[in-house]
Antibody, heavy 123, light 107 residues
Framework: QVQLVESGGALVKPGGSLRLSCAAS????????MTWIRQAPGKGLEWVSY????????YYADSVKGRFTISRDHAKNSLYLQMNNLRADDTAVYYC????????????????WGQGTMVTVSS | DIQMTQSPSSLSASVGDRVTITCRAS??????LNWYQQKPGKAPKLLIY???SLQSGVPSRFSGSGSGTDFTLTISSLQPEDFATYSC?????????FGPGTKVDIQ
C-alpha cells in the first residue's frame, strides 16, 4: 500500500528551526518527484518545494527560498524539509506529497498525500 | 507566476444536484490542470488530472473539462460524501499554484 507519513511538526519560536520527515512505503521515493505543500489554518494550499527523481533538480517557492532545504535519504526511503529562520507566516499543516510526472505529458499531478504535520511558529 | 481563480467560492446544494465549479488561469496552461477534493482535517485527494482524466478509484460522477485558461469540474449527481472543498491546481510551471477553493455544503 502506497503511504506517506510525516513527522516533526511542533511549536517553535520565530527565528527557530525545525526538520520535518516523511517516511514512504509501498514505493521508492527516489523513483518519483517528491514535494512539500503547506496549508495555513483556514487558507488554501501552497506549494513549497520539490526534488526531482534524480535529485538533480530542486525548486522552492519564493516565500521559503534561502530558508528551507528539501532532501531525501534513499536508504531510509524518506523525504525531509529543513526549515530555518521560521516566521509566523510559516504556520501551517505541511504535507509530504508524491508528484506523478511524465516529461512532456500533462499527466502531472500530486497523486499521493501524507496526513500532514502541524508547524506553529509563535512566541 | 500563474494565478488561479475559482468561482464560486462556496455553494449550497442538495443530494442529487448537478454541481459545476469553474477555475481560471491567468495565462494559458493548455491542459496542465488538476482538481482535488479536501474534507475537513484531511489531506487533499486527487480527482482529475490533465483537465479531464479521472484518477483511478474516483467515481464517474466527477468529470473535468477545459483547456487554455478556463476549466470546469462537474459533479453529475451530488452524493452525501461529496460535501467538501474543491481546489484546482496548475502543473504547467513552477511555482505550482492552487486555486483558493470552492466549498460545497449542504443546502
Amino acid at each position: 500500500q502506497v503511504q506517506l507519513v510525516e513527522s516533526g511538526g511542533a511549536l517553535v519560536k520565530p527565528g527557530g528551526s525545525l526538520r520535518l520527515s516523511c517516511a514512504a512505503s509501498g514505493f521508492t521515493v527516489s523513483d518519483y518527484y517528491m514535494t512539500w505543500i503547506r496549508q495555513a489554518p483556514g487558507k488554501g494550499l501552497e506549494w513549497v518545494s520539490y526534488i526531482s527523481s534524480s535529485g538533480s533538480t530542486i525548486y522552492y517557492a519564493d516565500s521559503v527560498k534561502g530558508r528551507f532545504t528539501i532532501s531525501r535519504d534513499h536508504a531510509k526511503n524518506s523525504l525531509y524539509l529543513q526549515m530555518n529562520n521560521l516566521r509566523a507566516d510559516d504556520t501551517a499543516v505541511y504535507y509530504c506529497v508524491r508528484r506523478y510526472y511524465s516529461s512532456g505529458s500533462p499527466h502531472d499531478a500530486f497523486d499521493t498525500w501524507g496526513q500532514g504535520t502541524m508547524v506553529t511558529v509563535s512566541s | 507566476d500563474i494565478q488561479m481563480t475559482q468561482s464560486p467560492s462556496s455553494l449550497s446544494a442538495s443530494v442529487g444536484d448537478r454541481v459545476t465549479i469553474t477555475c481560471r488561469a491567468s495565462q494559458s496552461i493548455t491542459t496542465y490542470l488538476n482538481w482535488y477534493q479536501q474534507k475537513p482535517g484531511k489531506a487533499p485527494k486527487l480527482l482529475i488530472y490533465a483537465a479531464s482524466s479521472l484518477q483511478s478509484g474516483v467515481p464517474s460522477r466527477f468529470s473535468g473539462s477545459g483547456s487554455g485558461t478556463d476549466f470546469t469540474l462537474t459533479i453529475s449527481s451530488l452524493q452525501p460524501e461529496d460535501f467538501a472543498t474543491y481546489s484546482c491546481q496548475q502543473s504547467y510551471g513552477t511555482p505550482f499554484s492552487f486555486g483558493p477553493g470552492t466549498k460545497v455544503d449542504i443546502q
